[in-house]
């Protein structure tokens, strides 16, 4: 079938607003025109890619630790791509809520996050030729990419391959450490 896009913000004032609507089904690609955007959370296998200067500097707050994130990959998801992005400043830029399987990051930059691309407890995730720069924590953090599984599962099939990470890691006086400054974390 032809492949249906929707953009942001010409059809779709905000990303979760393409993401929510009914007429936005899955499979289906937003496209994010230039400019700064908020992420958002993520209900739908969909792909969501960038287009020129598509900056994502906000998003919804994780409900924890009140960190700003760019994408919350959630219930629904699996399967959703996530491309051709630049994430400005946001703490957490994308991170899944839940075992959300098969998603693919590739062609991102993601500029001064306290963690880049967070896959818990997901299996056949492919990340990609992104792009990651100055990296700075919070009390743990400054993790480019990490591959976990917090609760004594498997985690498998996932594929990490051709990114960079590169810049400075940046503490704050007072930064209490834990698990922190690691370009790429596999844990289990």
């Not at 818990?120 to 591959?147: C, E, K, M, Q």
Request: charge should be negative; include cysteine; aromatic fraction near 6%.
């Amino acid at each position: 079938g032809q492949e249906v896009i929707w953009r942001v913000p010409t059809e779709f004032a905000t990303i979760q607003a393409a993401i929510d609507s009914d007429y936005v089904l899955p499979g289906q690609t937003i496209f994010v025109e230039p400019g700064n955007h908020a992420g958002a959370l993520v209900t739908k296998q969909v792909e969501i890619r960038g287009e020129g200067n598509a900056i994502i500097n906000s998003g919804p707050k994780h409900l924890s630790s009140g960190l700003i994130q760019g994408f919350r990959l959630l219930a629904g998801s699996d399967g959703a791509s996530l491309n051709h992005l630049i994430f400005e400043g946001v703490d957490l830029a994308i991170m899944n809520g839940g075992a959300v399987n098969d998603v693919t990051v590739d062609h991102c930059t993601f500029n001064n996050t306290i963690q880049a691309i967070s896959n818990w407890r997901g299996n056949g995730w492919v990340i990609s030729h992104n792009d990651i720069v100055d990296l700075r924590t919070r009390d743990g953090g400054g993790i480019g990419i990490l591959v976990a599984d917090y609760s004594g599962g498997v985690v498998q099939d996932n594929i990490v391959s051709h990114n960079k990470i590169s810049g400075t890691l940046h503490v704050s006086a007072g930064d209490g450490g834990g698990y922190c400054g690691t370009g790429i974390v596999l844990d289990a």
